[in-house]
């Protein structure tokens, strides 16, 4: 991923450039701190709000993973810890590690003396921690020092009793207490799992992350990769490395990448990624970046095992594969060893080729086939049954056996004719 060629003093600007792209693509303040309308300000308005009015407060970011929740809640708590220094204490639960109520209290409380530099015990009961919660909420509340109660997987508490968040949110009822809680959930449903004993005492606001469109990734694209005309760069050089940019993104093939990426996952994060793989393979003896940089940063990151499985498998277990998807195509109620026996038989007849094992060869590459998971059995009855008579189906589509076959470099030219005119 780092690029190939060692650098000199006379492309010390290339050097400076590329190390400004990597930055810029890992500083979540220059992605979400751009748009003044985003969520990035909301949140910060409605939390400093909650602290600098004394005020409780309850709030969900509700969006799917990669979708920036956590990155764009983690610039507000550091810019509101530089703002309101001696009056925030955060404390951070996962549902996946506190989703029962009893170690959730206890890791409460063991923040809170952390915070405040008192002796946590580990023998606390559930009820002292509770209350122990609740008193430290009311003596914050006195000392004008608010509580932000992040839950990560938010859905997960939302299970069982919830008694965690009726305690939390009714303790926020009290006019002395003063705390905010930020819910995180990938579920757009998570409010609606609420009690309704717990739904009456959130305060329901809610921000929604929801991945960009395409227009959205692209101006984005755009943002990342521009490089500023006033800086410490050669102004003709910044001049032509961003309308370099500009013409790979109205580049038709680039235009194709970029779509085929989104459909596949059109999250910040993994558009991220995406970049910092094509800047990552920027050549560096010219200095640009080119097409051919995204086209391997969308390999790169399109692993598909399947294919990969297809490249270690052998002849004969190509042979199956083939065999099952023509009496796939056929339509045949029933496939199992011997129906694929009967199929691969018909294919060398056919063409008389060179490729025939005896019937034992085949039962175990049949198997390693099954070990892969290339194929698997159809119901887990009939264990009884010899594998020979056990239903089977394929677990690899058309296209990706057509794409194994044509990269694997000594397929036998039969195979794909036949995938072609079958497909």
């Known amino acids: 991923m780092a690029p190939a060629t060692k650098t000199n003093g006379d492309n010390s600007h290339i050097v400076e450039a590329l190390n400004l792209l990597r930055s810029r693509i890992c500083d979540t303040g220059f992605i979400f701190k751009d748009s003044p309308d985003g969520n990035y300000s909301k949140l910060k308005f409605m939390i400093s709000s909650s602290v600098a009015e004394a005020c409780n407060n309850s ?10 929740k956590l990155a764009v809640l983690d610039l507000v708590l550091q810019d509101l810890l530089i703002q309101y220094p001696d009056s925030i204490s955060v404390v951070r639960l996962s549902g996946l590690l506190h989703c029962d109520d009893i170690s959730a209290f206890k890791e409460i409380a063991r923040q809170l003396c952390m915070e405040h530099q008192l002796l946590f015990s580990k023998a606390a009961s559930f009820d002292d921690n509770s209350q122990f919660m609740v008193a430290v909420l009311k003596e914050c509340g006195l000392a004008h020092k608010s509580v932000i109660f992040i839950l990560d997987e938010f859905d997960l508490f939302a299970q069982g009793k919830q008694r965690l968040l009726y305690s939390l949110l009714d303790a926020m009822q009290s006019v002395s207490s003063q705390a905010v809680v930020v819910g995180i959930s990938c579920r757009l449903d998570a409010d609606q799992l609420l009690e309704k004993r717990v739904r009456s005492r959130f305060s329901h606001r809610k921000l929604l992350f929801l991945p960009p469109s395409i227009e959205d990734s ?65 050549d560096m003896q010219t200095g640009f970046l080119s097409r051919e940089n995204f086209e391997t940063a969308y390999s790169s990151i399109q692993r598909q095992p399947k294919l990969e499985c297809l490249r270690n498998c052998s002849i004969l277990e190509l042979y199956i594969l083939v065999c099952m998807k023509k009496l796939e195509v056929k339509e045949k109620s029933l496939c199992n060893f011997n129906a694929v026996m009967k199929e691969y038989k018909n294919i ?7 490729d025939y094992y005896a019937r034992n060869v085949c039962l175990r590459a049949f198997e390693h086939l099954i070990h892969r998971e290339l194929i698997c059995f159809t119901d887990n009855r009939g264990h009884s049954l010899s594998v020979e008579f056990r239903p089977v189906k394929l677990l690899i589509s058309s296209a990706e056996l057509y794409q194994g076959l044509k990269a694997y470099h000594s397929c036998p030219a039969i195979l794909q004719k036949l995938i072609e005119r079958d497909g």
């Open 59 to 68: 709030i969900l970011l509700l969006g799917p993973r990669g979708s920036g």
């Open 218 to 282: 692209q101006r984005l694209l755009v943002h990342m990769l521009t490089l500023p005309i006033d800086s410490s760069l050669p102004s003709d050089y910044a001049v032509q490395f961003n309308k370099k940019v500009q013409n790979i993104i109205e580049d038709k093939k680039f235009k194709e990448i970029f779509t085929n990426y989104l459909n596949f996952d059109s999250s910040v994060k993994h558009l991220l990624r995406f970049l910092f793989y094509a800047v990552s393979h920027m």
């Open 348 to 354: 060398h007849d056919s063409f008389q080729t060179s």
